[in-house]
């Protein structure tokens, strides 16, 4: 008997059946996962976030699998031809391949030639021919002619007009036989994704157009083998119909021929169904049947099959890359509550200037021509200088696009010019500014704003609190993905959406200053109740309490147990408010003030009363250990910011285009994007370098996240610059030979591979286009100077 749902979802999380089942049920209930990880951990035995999301994906396919499971057990048993074994073995298929195999044979098809043949009356000498190749194949088939007929449904059949239609018939009706044999299809499955190659070739005529595919043009890969990114740019290129792509065996030269000799997978089908060649009459014809079977059905059909099934295996490990660095891109540090001067760099249109206060309020803008062709440089100077006087200027934050080194420059000399104020100026990546400029978020949320000052907004915003202003874009806009226009965007888009929840909910918001797009990223609230929130918070003025939460208009029971927890109260009546301690717990909190003899305010904060603390002694039936130790460890620290502390990096002065590298520099460069083949650092020259996987340490290094994450601050040594084709090759390894990584065939793949990738010279960052291989990587948001 197959095993319960339950059952397999903790063999495949390491978690037992119970811990599985109370995860199951809270999900169910509406529960969020950032909510049962925080808040159930009794009832989940402290499953984690990945292991709550792993579950949730797997729970989502093994329902939709025994959904399948039930359609096709009663299709079956209304064509009435369900057996015993055969319900056993629907049944006990583990994943939807295996159920389609045995599906096949009893699914509603169009007409085929098979089943004329077998109207026909010709599977007896199929039957014949497969049991006794002793027979003479052309002496059986004259026993089988008949003129054409009507059948009994209406059909015309145009009968059995000679010997050879006969055999033809009858080789038809063992193809579908042979095809349609669960057990042999998964044998042929597993051989094939053994021993199958992918293999590409230009299509004839189209080198020139297909230049950027020049390493494909006649390439080959194991399908077990070949990496996602490659896997991703080879259907990209059959897509844009540059190269052909097939899937080959490996004991064959080119693409499967009828010239084939002793094909290993033509030999299981014969093994399979007693074919031989022993030069019996109807051999010849069996093993022809044999050929035609794999040739024409089941090697198309696996084909299809495993070439998708690799796609989609490649499109998995491009989202989970895409994931992993827009979680480290949310998470990175923020430089907190400073009144930020945002310069959206521009050259004929200008640079956009935004000032906002320390809780992000726009309280200045204007538009400065320092660079071609007004060279407006003393002015925008004096601009600038007023804008900072005026408002205290504590930091300006750049964005990183066209003629973002020069507007740094134009920073630098305004803080030589007013040391007093003691300013700093930074590069952050503009990535998706101008999506959100244009968004009807930013209408409404800056409708006095021109759609270009918008830009310079979000700049200066992203730097104080880069998660709460990258919320307000569609994660896919912000460009740290791996051919995120090749994927399936629905799964692309769930997969980013489950990373801004967790993000979110793990840092927290405060309820009394966020906006309606960070609040619908917190657990249990949809954009309709966020709205709500903040109309509230308009009317009526700051929230006291989180109790006060309760008066917004469609915030249930429901939804406050979801999202009370991760709401703060900064300032407010109740300092548990502006904790992680959820209100639910507040009454035990009580219980541990009056045992211990203390008020709130005498607790909180005193980490040597509260480690003394024996959590046990507090457990009850609704609270046990795990969730005591977390408020313990919270009223030791509230409201602790998860995220790392502000640092910054500086790039090297005089380096600021490609042709100021020489190999052998060594650098400090933020990295921008990690991908499975390596990581790409920005050092400050508008195009990001790449640091092979097999450059990134001494060690060797499988998985590039487990050295590297994006926003990270990294020394590099320049080992290749080539000028002419943007191409940046770096090492981690400061003790490797300028040109001894970088000059790798694997290296050079995969920046040819990435074109496009970081900043072209002299030009906004690429907006990850369609017919380029590999998206847009943005610059990380902790991309700093000090």
């Not at 811990?19 to 499953?47: M, W």
């Not at 540059?242 to 080119?254: A, G, I, N, W, Y």
């Not at 949320?445 to 307000?472: F, M, T, W």
């Amino acid at each position: 008997m197959l095993p319960s749902i339950e059952q397999r979802l903790a063999a495949e999380i390491a978690a037992k059946p119970a811990q599985i089942a109370a995860a199951i049920a809270l999900l169910d209930e509406g529960a969020t996962v950032p909510f049962i990880s925080r808040y159930r951990k009794e009832a989940t035995g402290g499953l984690d976030d990945t292991q709550l999301r792993l579950l949730e994906e797997r729970l989502r396919y093994l329902r939709e699998l025994e959904e399948r499971r039930a359609a096709i057990i009663a299709s079956i048993t209304e064509q009435g031809k369900m057996t015993p074994e055969l319900l056993k073995a629907v049944s006990l298929a583990t994943d939807k391949t295996h159920l389609e195999d045995l599906y096949l044979p009893y699914k509603p098809k169009r007409r085929t030639k098979a089943q004329i043949a077998l109207e026909a009356g010709l599977e007896p000498l199929a039957d014949a021919l497969l049991a006794n190749p002793l027979l003479n194949p052309e002496e059986e088939a004259a026993k089988y002619l008949r003129e054409p007929f009507t059948s009994a449904a209406g059909d015309n059949n145009p009968g059995v007009a000679d010997a050879k239609a006969a055999l033809d018939g009858a080789r038809q009706i063992l193809m579908e036989r042979f095809a349609e044999d669960a057990g042999l299809l998964q044998s042929l499955r597993e051989y094939v994704q053994e021993h199958g190659v992918v293999q590409s070739k230009v299509i004839e005529g189209k080198n020139d157009a297909a230049e950027k595919y020049a390493d494909y043009f006649d390439y080959s890969e194991s399908i077990n083998t070949i990496p996602s990114h490659r896997a991703l740019a080879v259907f990209r290129g059959r897509r844009e119909e540059m190269l052909d792509v097939q899937l080959r065996l490996d004991s064959e030269e080119e693409k499967p021929t009828w010239a084939s000799p002793h094909n290993p997978c033509e030999m299981r089908i014969a093994s399979r169904f007693g074919i031989k060649n022993m030069d019996r009459p109807a051999d010849r014809w069996l093993n022809d049947s044999v050929r035609w079977t794999w040739r024409v059905k089941m090697f198309m059909h696996l084909e299809t099959e495993l070439m998708g099934a690799l796609r989609s295996k490649a499109e998995t490990e491009a989202i989970n890359v895409f994931a992993r660095n827009l979680k480290a891109l949310l998470l990175a540090a923020p430089a907190g509550p400073r009144v930020t001067m945002g310069l959206d760099p521009g050259i004929r249109t200008g640079v956009k200037v935004a000032v906002v206060d320390e809780t992000g309020k726009v309280v200045d803008t204007a538009t400065i021509y320092p660079h071609q062709p007004r060279n407006d440089w003393d002015g925008s100077l004096h601009t600038l200088s007023q804008l900072a006087e005026k408002h205290r200027v504590s930091v300006i934050s750049i964005g990183n696009g066209t003629a973002s080194r020069e507007t740094d420059k134009l920073a630098r000399d305004l803080i030589k010019l007013r040391p007093e104020l003691n300013m700093t100026s930074i590069v952050v990546s503009e990535a998706g500014a101008s999506v959100y400029s244009a968004s009807e978020f930013a209408s409404r949320e800056l409708p006095e704003l021109d759609v270009s000052l918008r830009g310079a907004v979000s700049i200066a915003r992203r730097l104080q609190d880069p998660l709460a202003e990258l919320v307000k874009i569609d994660p896919k806009s912000i460009g740290v993905g791996q051919y995120q226009h090749d994927v399936s965007q629905v799964q692309l888009a769930r997969s980013l959406d489950a990373v801004v929840e967790d993000c979110v909910n793990a840092v927290g918001v405060d309820v009394n200053t966020a906006s309606v797009p960070l609040l619908a990223r917190v657990s249990g609230l949809t954009s309709s109740v966020a709205q709500a929130i903040v109309n509230h918070r308009d009317l009526k003025g700051r929230f006291g309490t989180r109790a006060e939460l309760r008066e917004v208009p469609r915030l249930g029971d429901k939804t406050f147990e979801q999202a009370a927890g991760f709401l703060r109260i900064m300032g407010g009546n109740d300092p548990l408010d502006a904790s992680a301690v959820h209100p639910e717990s507040y009454p035990l909190v009580q219980t541990i003030l009056e045992d211990i003899k203390q008020d709130i305010k005498g607790v909180i904060g005193n980490g040597g009363l509260l480690k003394s603390l024996n959590p046990s002694k507090y457990a009850n039936e609704q609270f046990g250990v795990p969730t005591i130790t977390d408020i313990l460890k919270e009223l030791e620290k509230p409201g602790r910011d998860p995220r790392p502390e502000f640092t910054t990096a500086s790039f090297r002065e005089g380096v600021e285009e490609l042709k100021d590298l020489e190999p052998g520099m060594i650098l400090e460069g933020v990295v921008t994007n990690v991908a499975a083949f390596g990581a790409f650092v920005d050092i400050g020259v508008h195009q990001d370098g790449l640091v092979h996987i097999s450059a990134l340490a001494d060690k060797f290094v499988k998985d590039p996240h487990s050295v590297v994450k994006a926003g990270q601050i990294v020394k590099v040594k320049v080992l290749e610059v080539d000028v002419k084709r943007k191409r940046v090759s770096l090492t981690m390894r400061l003790t490797d030979a300028a040109g001894q990584a970088g000059g790798k065939p694997e290296a050079q793949r995969e920046q040819r591979d990435n074109r496009g990738q970081g900043k072209p010279a002299g030009g906004k960052p690429n907006r990850a286009p369609a017919n380029e291989p590999v998206s847009a990587m943005a610059a990380a948001f902790a991309k700093l100077k000090g």
